[in-house]
């Protein structure tokens, strides 16, 4: 069956057609996204870096590179610094499996940016780092628009901190077993974890 629906990729930073002609693309300034790599690695943390097409890092051998590459089936490009990078910066992860530096990571960018980007942990050892117009509820309340279906007739389900705000554009909201306490409350219903087939059962409540 033939997809006949926009995609969002990059938590919205780019939204395509089937024809993966861009519908809409928000990129981050220069020197906003200059002074997130800067607060990222004072953080320690590891850096991916996203245009519209490539992904960007600066040691192949990182913690996830391999595990991003299986996902996205290409391998990133190895590059010296990012500096001339900064003009087409779709979203940046800040990356590292020291999961308490990355969530005082979060807090301060969001307290820094003043609004000015979205963070939000996609994983535990992900805090992706996009324009504030990209992220799930603003994905969610475009394509309520696109499809032309009212916000309260849209479901919608996961089980990160970036799930939040769609949770928040949609009539109802499920959160996988496995989510945290805090993405759990924020959600209408929670179902099964990911180890229990969360979603399939989730579906099936849905559609009874």
């Excluded at 020197?31 to 960007?56: K, M, N, P, Q």
Aim: charged share 20%.
């Amino acid at each position: 069956m033939k997809l006949t629906e926009p995609l969002a990729g990059f938590n919205g930073g780019v939204v395509v057609n089937p024809d993966l002609v861009p519908l809409s693309k928000h990129l981050l300034p220069a020197d906003v996204a200059t002074e997130a790599v800067e607060l990222i690695v004072r953080h320690g943390l590891d850096i991916f870096l996203y245009s519209d097409l490539d992904w960007f890092v600066r040691h192949g051998d990182a913690p996830h590179v391999a595990r991003e590459a299986w996902t996205v089936q290409f391998e990133p490009t190895v590059v010296h610094d990012f500096e001339s990078l900064m003009g087409c910066v779709v979203k940046v992860v800040g990356v590292g499996d020291d999961l308490e530096a990355v969530e005082r990571c979060e807090t301060e960018m969001q307290v820094w940016s003043e609004g000015r980007v979205s963070a939000a942990r996609s994983q535990p050892y992900y805090l992706d780092i996009t324009h504030p117009k990209a992220n799930k509820g603003e994905v969610a309340a475009m394509f309520s628009q696109i499809c032309g279906i009212p916000p309260d007739q849209i479901a919608t389900i996961g089980d990160m901190p970036n799930d939040v705000l769609m949770f928040k554009k949609s009539g109802v909201s499920i959160a996988m077993g496995n989510a945290s306490g805090e993405v759990q409350k924020s959600a209408t219903f929670v179902t099964a974890s990911n180890q229990e087939e969360g979603f399939a059962k989730a579906m099936e409540r849905l559609l009874e």
